[in-house]
């Protein structure tokens, strides 16, 4: 007899929508938050800040606890990353998503993170460059294969080409970006843009397009339409969760080692505060500063969305399409 899969990482790290908002009513559960800002990209913004901010205030306070009992260690990475562990184990959760590649200048920032942070936590499991990911709308999770291939068949090759070429004409711009984390792993997020360091329509040049208007259209509306795109087709969208995050997971905790005492979490919960100190300080947008397009991320910059099935928690898997980007 086989021996039963671990219990994921992801399955005992809760997950819940921090902003305020209250999905419960609502068929699309992302037009809830849109609703409740009356569609005002600063309001947006503001509540995507209050989710970040939030989560990373209870999860500083979890780790700093008294009777915290250790991170959330991935027992499937763990396999996958030391086959000794269990020989021949394969990852059995197959997904559907629609992830956002992050552009060349985002990339650099994430391997600065990374390595900045490996040195404090050497055993830090870090997603490979070419691997970082945003995942714009999950449809399902932990199938078999034969499943994730008829819900595709489903969706059809129309519905696929416009959600992944989606970006080319709906550009979603993110900001603000800073470490977010938890006990069982650590990822750069972002907040979406509300007009901050663009021009308003009447100062707009022929080098510069990007009006502030052009924030209305948000990441958030970005995640609401694909959501309408797949159920039309009929497919059911069956994400394990939906919070207001715009994030790419960098890191992940294989061992205990590296944060085992309270010296070494206020050690490592520092150096989160002095990357994120250091971040505002570099990327965010001023009042008066001229735009940074380095310290900003549009959806859709290099390459459209990947539709991607199978094995990809970690990054990997399978291309379906790519859209076509800008």
Request: proline share 7%; aromatic share 8%.
């Amino acid at each position: 007899m086989a021996a039963p899969h671990p219990e994921s990482a992801d399955a005992r790290n809760h997950f819940e929508d921090l902003s305020g908002v209250d999905i419960a009513s609502y068929k699309n559960p992302y037009d809830a938050l849109i609703e409740a800002c009356e569609n005002d990209p600063s309001q947006i913004q503001a509540r995507y800040d209050t989710h970040r901010t939030t989560r990373n205030g209870q999860q500083r306070a979890n780790l700093l606890s008294p009777g915290f009992s250790g991170l959330i260690l991935d027992p499937i990475l763990q396999r996958l990353e030391d086959p000794s562990i269990e020989p021949g184990y394969q990852d059995p959760r197959n997904c559907l998503v629609f992830w956002a590649r992050p552009p060349p200048h985002i990339r650099s920032l994430a391997d600065k993170l990374q390595q900045e942070l490996r040195g404090l936590a050497p055993n830090l499991w870090l997603m490979p460059l070419l691997n970082l990911h945003m995942t714009a709308l999950e449809l399902t999770h932990s199938l078999t294969s034969p499943q994730i291939e008829a819900i595709i068949t489903t969706l059809g090759t129309p519905a696929i080409e416009s959600m992944t070429d989606y970006p080319f004409s709906h550009r979603a711009r993110l900001i603000k970006p800073a470490l977010s984390f938890d006990g069982a792993a650590i990822a750069l997020s972002f907040l979406p843009g509300a007009g901050e360091s663009l021009l308003p329509v009447s100062a707009i040049s022929s080098s510069d397009s990007r009006a502030r208007e052009a924030d209305n259209f948000s990441y958030h509306h970005l995640r609401r339409d694909l959501f309408n795109l797949a159920v039309r087709t009929g497919v059911e969208v069956d994400s394990r969760y939906v919070v207001p995050s715009s994030h790419i997971t960098l890191g992940r905790f294989l061992a205990q080692d590296d944060h085992d005492g309270e010296k070494k979490m206020e050690g490592w919960l520092k150096k989160i505060d002095d990357l994120n100190i250091w971040l505002e300080d570099e990327y965010w947008p001023r009042e008066g500063a001229e735009r940074r397009e380095d310290a900003e991320w549009i959806i859709g910059q290099e390459k459209g969305l990947d539709f991607r099935k199978g094995a990809l928690w970690y990054g990997g898997g399978e291309t379906v399409r790519v859209g076509k980007g800008f």
